[in-house]
């Protein structure tokens, strides 16, 4: 089983050394040892946490479940791996850090095996496993494993309505579910109350989201910033900035989200002043108006905000490759790529659909097989955006590559986004047939996305008949919406 890459065990081991041997600590004793071990990790310096439990004999279950426990709390997911497999024993608690820390890294196929594989389970890993899920967008399968859990507590379920508020709850008519599950809480905290902001916002129902708003017995910084996510995702710009310039406490995240609403609506004045009124400016908020100079097609503006940046992450470097791509600049994305000093899997997943964008086919199988050559294993993101690259320019034999490989090679399971993108390029390409085929043989209800490839499908290709009973299905979904009916008499019209 595979983990995301995160600090590996020979870094680790090779970065501490120098007060190791130093430290007071008894290694005959194995209680007082495994302490120190667990105060060590929870205070982020796994050098010397990993250096007490070297010189520690005799070894017990325990120290190492706490280093184990140790990595995962600090994101160390190779080095957990590394440890859980290297274990002369497993326990409960064992099982549970190493299942954290492999569904943390979001590789849901090896999150499943281990989840399968282990003897007893405990709350927490069936919390994570529906964790996964629902950020993986397998929502079903996240309400499956929720479903099953032999008891749930506020955690697990705030975790499923979590799941239903962020993941295409309006498309998929999940809002009774979501609002069913939080009304049956025998107790709920402001986490709850939050995704319950978010699901109404989600839904289109602002009115709803608000009153849970001023429901709350207590409200945090998150809470102020969902329903400042409300306003906006309304269009109501000014009242997101109202609430904002209310909120009693105010954190990165919010002064970063404000900036970006300005940003995406170009109002980029309006973004500069919030970014000028920043009490820091940090990676995040640069690289926000980087992104806004970006998508505003201010390619200039975007250079300069880069040059000026006194700190880049992998993020500003991947926005800055995008920038020169939506510019038509491939030349200098391609130079962008080459002087990263770290590549993940977005960064290379923006390049190589930069060059499917651009129809060089040919150049992103080249990229695709050196990432993996690289050992970057792409995930369900990575074929999300290389599909929705080849559906763009009708390019469906290059989307059905990458679609195969996706299932056949990383054993990754399509989602609703993957199959949506692989009925677009089918529709585009006048293969309507087989994109209906597709919807209909997908694992879930098709929801307004898909619906949608294919009705845009049937107007292109002036088929009414199922045009009309696609439009029909997204009507349903989307009772309010006058675009299924927009899209069919246009399609009449057009015969």
Not at 109 to 114: E, L
Not at 360 to 374: F, K
């Amino acid at each position: 089983m595979g983990f995301a890459s995160g600090a590996s065990v020979r870094s680790i081991q090779s970065s501490r050394s120098r007060s190791i041997k130093q430290l007071p600590v008894d290694s005959s004793n194995t209680y007082s040892s495994n302490l120190v071990i667990q105060q060590l990790g929870r205070s982020g310096n796994l050098e010397n946490a990993r250096g007490v439990f070297d010189n520690l004999q005799p070894r017990n279950v325990f120290s190492w479940g706490i280093l184990l426990s140790a990595y995962t709390q600090n994101g160390y997911h190779s080095a957990a791996k590394a440890m859980f497999e290297k274990m002369p024993e497993w326990n409960v608690v064992c099982w549970t850090s190493a299942f954290q820390s492999i569904s943390q890294s979001g590789h849901l196929a090896d999150a499943k095996f281990m989840f399968d594989s282990m003897p007893e389970r405990t709350v927490v890993t069936w919390t994570a496993m529906v964790t996964v899920y629902a950020q993986t967008g397998h929502l079903s399968k996240a309400k499956a494993v929720f479903d099953s859990m032999p008891q749930h507590n506020v955690v697990s379920r705030t975790a499923m309505l979590t799941g239903f508020s962020e993941k295409g709850l309006a498309e998929n008519g999940r809002l009774d579910s979501a609002r069913d599950l939080y009304h049956r809480m025998p107790q709920q905290n402001v986490v709850s109350w939050t995704a319950m902001i978010g699901a109404y916002s989600q839904c289109g129902h602002l009115d709803h989201a608000r009153a849970v708003f001023e429901m709350m017995p207590d409200r945090n910084v998150v809470s102020w910033t969902a329903m400042m996510t409300a306003l906006a995702i309304s269009g109501d710009i000014d009242g997101a900035k109202a609430t904002f310039d209310t909120m009693p406490e105010k954190n990165e995240v919010s002064w970063c989200l404000m900036e970006a609403v300005f940003a995406q609506k170009e109002r980029l004045e309006d973004a500069g002043n919030v970014l000028a009124k920043m009490p820091v400016w940090s990676v995040i908020s640069w690289t926000t108006m980087l992104a806004a100079y970006s998508h505003g097609g201010h390619l200039s503006k975007a250079v300069e905000v880069f040059a000026e940046m006194p700190d880049r992450n992998a993020v500003s470097w991947t926005v800055m490759l995008m920038a020169y791509t939506h510019n038509g600049h491939l030349y200098d994305a391609q130079r962008i790529f080459d002087e990263m000093p770290d590549r993940g899997v977005a960064s290379w997943s923006a390049m190589v659909a930069a060059y499917a964008q651009n129809g060089r086919a040919a150049a992103a199988r080249n990229l695709y097989c050196a990432m993996n050559q690289d050992g970057i294993k792409p995930d369900e993101l990575f074929f999300k955006t290389i599909l929705a690259a080849c559906s763009h320019i009708g390019s469906v034999d290059e989307a059905w590559h990458y679609f195969v490989s996706m299932i056949a090679d990383y054993s990754l399971e399509p989602s609703m986004d993957h199959c949506s993108a692989m009925a677009d390029a089918l529709g585009r390409a006048g293969r309507v047939k087989d994109a209906e085929e597709l919807v209909k043989s997908m694992p879930y209800l098709p929801n307004a996305s898909s619906l949608g490839a294919l009705v845009g499908s049937c107007r292109t290709s002036s088929d009414v008949d199922r045009g009309a009973q696609a439009a029909k299905a997204m009507a349903e979904i989307l009772p309010r919406d006058s675009a299924p009916y927009v899209a069919l008499s246009g399609m009449c019209a057009e015969v």
